[in-house]
């Protein structure tokens, strides 16, 4: 199993500003996944995450938007820049655990963003 | 590119009684994982049962079960003797068993079981 801390686990920001969200897992993981979830909805893929190379992202994100770094095997950071409203969203990294059988992904307990 | 559905916005059960939440998937893969994962109000994802497709039987985890049906690209949870604390959203999941290991969700169930 792993175990996934992540911080903040709830903000509020100006807009404009922006918002870095920090996720630390508790083992070393070769991938590690961004999602955002907007109320009531499902989760959307926004970046894979691989120690040593850039993030690769999903058709709708970009890397200046949600920069994100991943210097080494079990931290990553997902920052979300010059917030709008629009990106009032619950932010979760996930992990996939368990080479081979049983497999299962692990998930942060999310970070609730509220721009204003 | 797999897409996930779940055709059930929203759903009710009463308490100790057996419901069922549908998936169903599109992917031009033979091997994969799918999952259903429970979001209670306090947003950690909760695994509530795992199947592989390369196997035929279907999962079973106490009072939860599928029922996968390959072919026509279905995976179902069925719930039975439902809890108050089952109530929750219910995401329908697919991963790729080999390349890329991000998991694709369906829109969501929420369900309510209500006593």
């Known amino acids: 199993s792993a175990v996934i801390s992540q911080k903040p686990s709830r903000d509020i920001c100006q807009r404009g500003t922006s918002l870095t969200i920090q996720c630390q897992v508790d083992?070393?993981?070769?991938?590690m996944f961004w999602y955002r979830q907007q109320p009531g909805q499902s989760l959307t893929l926004i970046a894979t995450?691989?120690?040593?190379?850039?993030?690769?992202?999903e058709s709708g994100f970009v890397i200046d938007k949600f920069p994100i770094s991943r210097p080494n095997l079990t931290f990553s950071t997902l920052t979300v820049s010059n917030m709008s409203p629009e990106d009032s969203s619950i932010y979760l990294c996930s992990v996939i655990g368990g080479t081979g059988a049983p497999i299962e992904a692990f998930f942060g307990q999310g970070t609730r963003l509220t721009v204003v | 590119a797999q897409t996930v559905t779940q055709s059930q916005p929203e759903m009710s059960v009463q308490e100790a009684e057996t419901v069922t939440l549908s998936c169903t998937y599109d992917?031009?893969?033979?091997?994969?994982?799918l999952f259903w994962y429970k979001q209670p109000p306090s947003r950690q994802m909760i695994l509530v049962i795992r199947?592989?497709?390369?196997?035929?039987q279907n999962a079973t985890e106490n009072r939860f079960s599928v029922n996968f049906q390959k072919a026509a690209k279905s995976f179902s949870l069925k719930i039975s003797d439902s809890q108050l604390g089952d109530t929750a959203m219910y995401f329908c999941a697919f991963m790729k068993l080999w390349g890329d290991n991000d998991m694709r969700f369906g829109a969501g169930t929420r369900l309510t079981v209500k006593p």
């Open positions: 992917t031009s893969e033979s091997n994969y994982y």
């Open positions: 199947q592989e497709a390369y196997k035929q």
């Open positions: 083992s070393q993981v070769t991938m």
């Open positions: 995450a691989n120690q040593g190379s850039e993030a690769t992202y």
